[in-house]
């Protein structure tokens, strides 16, 4: 097998910069330039690229394309936030991508210099257990990273009633990184009691499932 050297797929990343979707493209180019992240391959691998579609198209269909102020926790790279800002069925005026790992906004900051140049993101380090949801004023607060949560119960007790949510978990107990996966979609609905559900739904993957619930708490 033919094995090719970083200039190579620089190059082509490079072409793909100046086709449909090139900005994006030219921050993942520009990212991959300034940023030693060895873990953005996993970031925008297949599943995680589809993963953050299946999110895309399950909220507009349900929830609308309108929001003032989305935040994204665990939002690692900021992969969602790009996903939803380039994606131009929205009309969302900001996202906040949090993480408690402090290696992560200056990349997710260079995945979106797009949006932000813009003033449509930033990126935050904290931890989630933590955050003041009241004084984020989010209209739309989205948690991809439930898996990641030893307590999920003690987060969702922060939620406020009636806050429109997007929540992602799957049943890959076999990584370690993962403390708070769920069995299968009927658990993950009864971790988190919304008084209206606008979408459930399951999505195999090679090696699990992922669960996405949308709705109000
Ligand atoms: C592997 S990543 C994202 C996986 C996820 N399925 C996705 O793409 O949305 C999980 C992220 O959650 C973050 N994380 C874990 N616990 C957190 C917490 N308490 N507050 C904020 N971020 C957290 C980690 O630092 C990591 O960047």
């Not at 970083?6 to 449909?20: P, T, V």
């Not at 030893?150 to 990184?177: H, K, M």
Request: hydrophobic share 45%; charged share 20%.
């Amino acid at each position: 097998m033919t094995t090719y050297d970083d200039e190579f797929y620089r190059d082509i990343l490079d072409g793909l910069a100046h086709g449909d979707h090139g900005s994006f493209v030219a921050d993942v180019l520009a990212t991959l330039s300034r940023h030693d992240v060895p873990r953005l391959g996993a970031a925008l691998n297949r599943n995680q690229v589809a993963s953050k579609r299946w999110l895309a198209d399950a909220l507009l269909a349900s929830a609308g394309p309108a929001f003032a102020r989305v935040v994204v926790l665990g939002g690692w790279y900021g992969v969602l936030a790009a996903t939803l800002l380039h994606d131009e069925r929205f009309a969302i005026g900001r996202v906040e991508s949090v993480d408690i790992d402090a290696a992560c906004a200056p990349v997710a900051l260079a995945l979106n210099a797009t949006h932000v140049r813009e003033g449509r993101f930033a990126a935050r380090t904290a931890d989630m257990l933590a955050l003041d949801y009241a004084g984020l004023r989010a209209d739309l607060v989205i948690n991809t990273s439930s898996e990641h949560l030893p307590d999920f119960t003690g987060w969702y007790a922060r939620i406020a009633d009636g806050q429109l949510l997007v929540l992602q978990s799957n049943d890959y107990f076999a990584c370690a990184e993962h403390v708070g996966c769920v069995p299968d979609l009927a658990a993950f609905a009864a971790q988190a009691p919304m008084r209206e559900r606008l979408f459930e739904g399951a999505q195999r993957m090679r090696r699990y499932t992922r669960f996405m619930l949308i709705g109000r708490k």
